[in-house]
Nanobody, 114 residues
Framework: QVQVVESGGGLVQPGGSLRLSCTASGPFWTYVMSWYRQALGKKRELLASIGHVGEHYENSVRGRFTISRDTAKRTVDLQMDSLKPEDSAVYYC??????????WGQGTLVNVSA
């Protein structure tokens, strides 16, 4: 079973920055890695992905969030800048292998508040 673990959430003021990190077991270099978030009462939404052909960002975070990957360290990070209260959510990392199987982490809470 692939283990996915997120870290780095916390409380940050509006306009501030936060960096989330995710690690996954197994053949990390083969995975497409993605970050999602789910705010209270809302559906889980895709934010960004990084895979074999590059990066993808949803419009809601393009220009503010940056996804990066370090295969040697087996990590994928999400740098979040210019944070807004509406960015408050539980942030999830997902690994998808070549066969299409998906593995989720337990989530990390981000609270953007003054």
């Amino acid at each position: 079973q692939v283990q996915v673990v997120e870290s780095g959430g916390g409380l940050v003021q509006p306009g501030g920055s936060l960096r989330l990190s995710c690690t996954a077991s197994g053949p990390f270099w083969t995975y497409v890695m993605s970050w999602y978030r789910q705010a209270l009462g809302k559906k889980r939404e895709l934010l960004a992905s990084i895979g074999h052909v590059g990066e993808h960002y949803e419009n809601s975070v393009r220009g503010r969030f940056t996804i990066s990957r370090d295969t040697a360290k087996r990590t994928v990070d999400l740098q979040m800048d210019s944070l807004k209260p509406e960015d408050s959510a539980v942030y999830y990392c997902k690994a998808r292998n070549d066969g299409g199987a998906e593995y989720w982490g337990q989530g990390t809470l981000v609270n953007v508040s003054a």
